[in-house]
């Protein structure tokens, strides 16, 4: 995940032929980037953490030390690596001689369409689409979802009431399932991206943040600038429209993100963003007219006072505070 802190796992015991596997996380509460912290797991234990399945997500988030946010040992290098085939459930192999695909299926001609759907035969589709979808339970039974929602929310439903889509041809090909899928398409458990475990390992475990998921593919990068020059909230506003397109907007965990990596390496404690508060209408707005959905302020941080702004930390846990209109901070622009 995006972050400073990171795990390393050390490899005690690697079981391929029962698939069993004992090993330890280690939790180093160190600031580092993703680069520096491999380095210092292989140094010092095997490598960054790789995560096999539910269960590992599970020790990662009941260790007592973790808190926030960590680096694992995921990585993507779109530029260098061609994109793979992986089947959600974990354990399940992609292999090119045992596939359903339709004529001239797949092909790399739409660099955005990296999930699988089926009426039958398969087809790559994009990720946010939306269509119902099947299900895998431990007991060898699939389950059809009606609803149709993104392949993302589909793998993290699942997940959380059976055990993940359906994937490999045991579970895609059979009787049950033909009757099952009628005349619809269904998202199944196969999708194609660039990351790779830092390890080498061929785990196809993945985990995303429903708002943040990004496959390399689907989503655009959000575009900023942090300008390092202190300035009121209003001399950054007009900045930010003069020179590039305006003050940032944060409408999810996604964006978030992306602002936190810029505000770590500004020059003032707090970095402008563009939010307001308004005394007529008693409500806070950004100024691009995007909607307040996401909110991320500090304790105490939101006063409803007329003359206030939002800026963010520049550090911790880059929480949001409303500071006066006249104090003078670094901020960041959008660009697009």
């Not at 089926?118 to 299900?135: E, K, L």
């Not at 039974?141 to 149709?148: F, G, N, T, W």
């Not at 409408?251 to 500004?266: D, I, L, Y």
């Given at each position: 995940t995006n972050g400073s802190l990171y795990f390393c796992h050390f490899l005690d015991i690697l079981c391929?032929?029962?698939?069993?596997?004992?090993?330890?996380?280690?939790?180093?509460?160190?600031?580092?980037?993703?680069?520096?912290?491999?380095?210092?797991?292989?140094?010092?234990?095997?490598?960054l953490a790789s995560v096999?399945?539910?269960?590992?997500?599970?020790?990662?988030?009941?260790?007592?030390?973790?808190?926030?946010?960590?680096?694992?040992?995921?990585?993507?290098n779109p530029g260098k690596e061609n994109r793979m085939w992986h089947w959600s459930l974990p354990g399940v192999n992609y292999t090119e001689h045992e596939t359903?695909?339709?004529?001239?299926?797949?092909?790399?001609?739409?660099?955005?369409?990296?999930?699988?759907k089926?009426?039958?035969?398969?087809?790559?589709?994009?990720?946010?689409?939306?269509?119902?979808?099947?299900?895998y339970d431990d007991g060898k039974?699939?389950?059809?979802?009606?609803?149709?929602?993104?392949?993302?929310?589909?793998?993290?439903?699942?997940?959380?009431?059976?055990?993940?889509?359906?994937?490999?041809?045991?579970?895609?090909?059979?009787?049950?399932?033909k009757i099952l899928k009628k005349s619809q398409d269904l998202w199944i458990g196969l999708f194609r991206d660039t990351w790779r475990w830092s390890d080498g390992s061929n785990f196809s475990f993945r985990h995303w943040d429903m708002e943040s998921f990004n496959d390399g593919q689907n989503k655009k990068k959000y575009k900023l600038i942090?300008?390092?020059?202190?300035?009121?909230?209003?001399?950054a506003l007009d900045y930010c429209r003069?020179?590039?397109?305006?003050?940032?907007?944060?409408?999810?965990?996604?964006?978030?993100?992306?602002?936190?990596?810029?505000?770590?390496?500004?020059?003032s404690p707090y970095i402008w963003v563009g939010l307001r508060y308004t005394c007529v209408m008693d409500l806070w707005f950004w100024i691009s007219d995007?909607?307040?959905?996401?909110?991320?302020?500090?304790?105490?941080?939101?006063?409803?006072?007329?003359?206030?702004?939002?800026?963010?930390?520049r550090g911790g846990r880059y929480q949001w505070v409303s500071q006066r209109e006249h104090e003078k901070y670094n901020f960041i622009c959008s660009t697009e």
């Open positions: 391929f032929v029962s698939t069993c596997y004992l090993y330890e996380y280690h939790f180093i509460r160190e600031d580092k980037t993703w680069e520096e912290a491999q380095k210092y797991c292989r140094e010092n234990y095997a490598d096999f399945d539910m269960a590992d997500m599970a020790r990662l988030h009941e260790s007592k030390e973790y808190e926030g946010k960590a680096w694992i040992g995921l990585f993507s359903r695909w339709g004529a001239s299926e797949p092909d790399d001609q739409n660099q955005n369409e990296n999930c699988v089926t009426r039958g035969n398969w087809t790559h589709a994009r990720c946010d689409q939306m269509m119902p979808f099947i299900c039974s699939i389950h059809l979802i009606e609803e149709k929602i993104t392949w993302t929310k589909a793998q993290n439903y699942c997940r959380d009431h059976y055990t993940d889509l359906a994937s490999g041809l045991d579970q895609v090909d059979g009787q049950e399932f942090l300008i390092n020059e202190n300035k009121t909230w209003e001399e003069l020179y590039h397109t305006d003050l940032v907007s944060i409408t999810n965990p996604h964006q978030q993100r992306w602002v936190e990596r810029r505000a770590k390496n500004a020059s995007k909607l307040v959905c996401y909110e991320n302020w500090a304790d105490n941080g939101k006063i409803e006072e007329c003359g206030r702004c939002a800026a963010m930390e």
